[in-house]
């Protein structure tokens, strides 16, 4: 993607920076090779932002162009906004008040030069405005009464920054601009830029390190440009044109503010905000799935009030699932009334609603990857050795759960009824990438879990169809793609 910084005037930029392309507005606005660029990055340094001035219409035309550009013109629009600056600074109030605790005035204001300030007491209130904000150059005024609040925020321009700054700004500017990708265009191959979000933190990550190196290589070979992103980088979200996310999604998780920025920008997103929500709560896919008639396992939605017909609707042991567990986490087996009562309130504690469902006994899970509405990969997920879940949590080892074998298998070898009812499920969803969870039991097929973001580790579930399964996911993702890009134009 083709990087260009906008000014009003050349002799604006006072940057001593290699492999920058600076072009005047003038010429961003009138001269036809930019108006043709189908693919590129614009950072809009402008002195002014006001509606209709030459530094609103770069931001205009660049979004009217397909080109990505900061500010965008909603940035623009929200930073004009007193219910938008309102909103954000109850957001981020506690940031404010210990950033700005120790101040003896009642006004502060707080410049930002690409995403940095000059005072690193006020580094962390400085990030966040930016990630909320994507303007290059910022200014934030807060006022006291009885507490600090965000009163403006404004973006400036090269002029507006102070002579003591000006060193600061150029060093910022210097880090800003090496971590993009500044390249010329390929008359030949159209290159687009991929974040793969992930969590070092992750003990069980969708995907170990060896297959993400697989992803980033058919990326590259297709020609995606990929970089690995975590949950730091929310602010360089507008920067690509798609977003992989290889962590555990959750709705309230930064996985899913991620998906939600990048949908809002017209990034191409798997998977999306739609269908975290859908995926990562199990109240939601048991009605679902009962809706669609599709098999499952006796399935109860579970109230306080509702409680006590479990034992008779389900028998014991039977199963109690919170609606947000992911990785066997978040499920119980419970085999008496004792067992019962004692982990339902617990459970009720945290969630109006559960999940009760009856106990199926199996020595394995079927995992059915469903992408585009087509099966993709399969697997058998048996349980983890003398235990009923895949993974044992209450065996585990220096925070390691104790996990049953894959085995993986050509999808033409699975049986018909389960391919038919995994596409059945995961359709009701969308046409992201799904893992459909399915018990085997006297030669019929019963859906356990729909779920989104579904694992891939080198080794396991590639093992059948090795590079291919990488290439394939990263085609539908440029294909998705060069699909947005056209409905743009």
Known sequence: MQSIVVVNNIKDWNFNLDKVEVVSAKTYLTAGNFAELRNARVYNLCRSFRYQSIGYYVSLLAEARGHKVFPSVATIQNLKSSSVIKISSAELEEQIRR???????????????????????YEALGKQLYNLFQAPLLTASFEFNKKWVLDNLDPISLNEIPELHKAYAAEYAKQFFAKKRFRTLKRNNSIYDLAILVNPENQYPPSNKRALKSFIRAAEDIGLSTEIITKDDFSKIPEFDALFIRDTTSVNHFTYRFAQRAAAEGLVVIDTPASIVKCTNKVYLAELLF????????????SRDNQGIIPTALGLPCVLKQPDGSFSKGVVKVSNQSELGEKLEKFLDRSDLIIAQEFMPTDYDWRIGVLDKQPLFACKYYMAEGHWQILDWHGQKNGIAKDGKVEAFPVQHVPEHIIKI???????????????????KNGKAFVVEINDNPTIDAGDEDA???????????????????????QNV
Not at 101 to 113: P, Q, V, W
Not at 464 to 486: E, G, H, P, Q
């Open 99 to 121: 950033s700005l605790a120790k101040l003896k005035s009642k006004n502060f204001e707080l410049n930002i030069y690409f995403g940095q300030c000059v005072a690193k007491q």
């Open 291 to 302: 809706k669609a008639k599709i098999p499952r396992p006796k399935t109860l939605i579970v």
């Open 422 to 440: 995994a596409l059945r499920a995961a359709n009701l969803v969308g046409d992201g990438f799904y893992g459909v969870d399915i018990k085997e």
């Open 464 to 486: 059948v169809l090795k590079d291919k399964l990488y290439l394939t996911i990263m085609r539908s993702l440029l294909n998705r793609i060069k699909l947005k890009k056209a």
